[in-house]
């Protein structure tokens, strides 16, 4: 079956079975009231909707179990991105103490690196950065950050499901070029099942992803570039440009309310996106606007990378620094936080 299938399956699965999951989630009380705080949404909506990405996730990566460098390997995958939902579910019915969480997750990020290896170096344009223990480590951690920054920037309707997407789309492309079908199968099926989900959460939103969807789509984005820099299949630096819209606005929040003095790992609603609904984008177009970023101005410097990688560098930089330049002028807009959260 070609690799583009998984996600035909992936999207039929999770928009056909959404409606029946839904009223599971309302009969069970897993519902989002409309609050003041950094909620954006004005109407009970049912979360845990992501369960559904994570069910399709798994079902296409079990199909694939035969055609792994050996079966272990693929079921240790599948257990990490369990691992991954599970620990999102747990936070979905009630939320844990940070540090059982970043246990969690680091125990996840561990039998990532198991199932797929150390990172021996990495390569930015001709240079190749020996130093497997270092890049290893750092690599676990971006696991961690990943699955984290992905449900830090699950607050408006469709923009985890449409980065899901995106990431999806990316990586299946890139690894079907490079003739790697099992990965181009399971990317093919992160953006089949966000796109899925997206028929049930675009503006206005019937369900939320929940914290188990957002950890399992940043889980799924966490595997698929580990696997890629780890196996020299697509360089880090173009990794970092596909994801680098959330990457850039989670982790420069977050090291600003550090800075700020914050309390970082409580919520809060000064995200840019958040700004940006709160100064007066309507769900809709704050997804037009993090689609179009993508589509005009990522994607052509993803591409000129491809096309001449000895520059790759320079393309990465010039794409985070215009972001990093969009996130500073919309937190500058809003002005500086009155509390401390």
């Given at each position: 079956?070609?690799?583009?299938?998984?996600?035909?399956?992936?999207?039929?699965?999770?928009?056909?079975?959404?409606?029946?999951?839904?009223?599971?989630?309302?009969?069970?009380?897993?519902?989002?009231?409309?609050?003041?705080?950094?909620?954006?949404?004005?109407?009970?909506?049912?979360?845990?909707?992501?369960?559904?990405?994570?069910?399709?996730?798994?079902?296409?990566?079990?199909?694939?179990?035969?055609?792994?460098?050996?079966?272990?390997?693929?079921?240790?995958?599948?257990?990490?991105?369990?691992?991954?939902?599970?620990?999102?579910?747990?936070?979905?019915?009630?939320?844990?103490?940070?540090?059982?969480?970043?246990?969690?997750?680091?125990?996840?990020?561990?039998?990532?690196?198991?199932?797929?290896?150390?990172?021996?170096?990495?390569?930015?344009?001709?240079?190749?950065?020996?130093?497997?223990?270092?890049?290893?480590?750092?690599?676990?951690?971006?696991?961690?950050?990943?699955?984290?920054?992905?449900?830090?920037?699950?607050?408006?309707?469709?923009?985890?499901?449409?980065?899901?997407?995106?990431?999806?789309?990316?990586?299946?492309?890139?690894?079907?070029?490079?003739?790697?079908?099992?990965?181009?199968?399971?990317?093919?099926?992160?953006?089949?099942?966000?796109?899925?989900?997206?028929?049930?959460?675009?503006?206005?939103?019937?369900?939320?992803?929940?914290?188990?969807?957002?950890?399992?789509?940043?889980?799924?984005?966490?595997?698929?570039?580990?696997?890629?820099?780890?196996?020299?299949?697509?360089?880090?630096?173009?990794?970092?440009?596909?994801?680098?819209?959330?990457?850039?606005?989670?982790?420069?929040?977050?090291?600003?309310?550090?800075?700020?003095?914050?309390?970082?790992?409580?919520?809060?609603?000064?995200?840019?996106?958040?700004?940006?609904?709160?100064?007066?984008?309507?769900?809709?177009?704050?997804?037009?606007?993090?689609?179009?970023?993508?589509?005009?101005?990522?994607?052509?410097?993803?591409?000129?990378?491809?096309r001449w990688p000895h520059l790759e560098a320079w393309f990465g930089a010039m794409v985070y620094a215009t972001i990093s330049f969009g996130w500073w002028q919309t937190q500058q807009q809003a002005g500086m936080p009155k509390q401390k959260g």
């Amino acid at each position: 079956m070609p690799w583009w299938w998984a996600g035909v399956i992936g999207a039929a699965a999770v928009a056909l079975g959404m409606r029946p999951w839904m009223g599971w989630l309302e009969r069970q009380g897993m519902v989002d009231q409309p609050g003041p705080s950094r909620r954006l949404h004005s109407q009970p909506t049912p979360r845990g909707g992501g369960a559904l990405i994570a069910l399709a996730l798994l079902g296409l990566g079990a199909s694939q179990l035969p055609v792994f460098e050996t079966e272990i390997q693929g079921v240790m995958l599948l257990a990490f991105l369990a691992m991954a939902a599970g620990l999102g579910w747990l936070e979905d019915r009630q939320p844990r103490p940070i540090r059982w969480r970043l246990a969690g997750q680091f125990a996840a990020g561990l039998l990532l690196v198991l199932a797929l290896g150390p990172i021996d170096g990495v390569s930015v344009g001709s240079v190749v950065v020996p130093g497997q223990w270092v890049w290893t480590t750092l690599g676990c951690i971006a696991v961690v950050w990943l699955m984290n920054l992905h449900n830090f920037m699950d607050g408006s309707d469709g923009l985890a499901a449409c980065q899901g997407i995106w990431m999806g789309l990316g990586f299946s492309v890139l690894f079907a070029l490079q003739g790697e079908l099992i990965w181009a199968w399971w990317a093919a099926g992160l953006a089949g099942a966000c796109g899925g989900f997206l028929v049930w959460n675009r503006p206005i939103a019937s369900v939320f992803m929940g914290d188990t969807g957002s950890y399992v789509v940043g889980g799924a984005v966490a595997l698929l570039a580990y696997q890629a820099v780890a196996s020299g299949q697509i360089s880090i630096v173009i990794c970092m440009m596909l994801t680098a819209l959330f990457v850039v606005d989670a982790t420069a929040t977050l090291l600003r309310r550090v800075i700020l003095g914050h309390r970082w790992y409580t919520p809060h609603a000064s995200h840019a996106f958040q700004r940006l609904i709160a100064g007066g984008l309507s769900h809709a177009q704050l997804l037009m606007v993090f689609i179009g970023i993508n589509v005009i101005w990522v994607l052509p410097m993803v591409a000129a990378a491809i096309r001449w990688p000895h520059l790759e560098a320079w393309f990465g930089a010039m794409v985070y620094a215009t972001i990093s330049f969009g996130w500073w002028q919309t937190q500058q807009q809003a002005g500086m936080p009155k509390q401390k959260g």
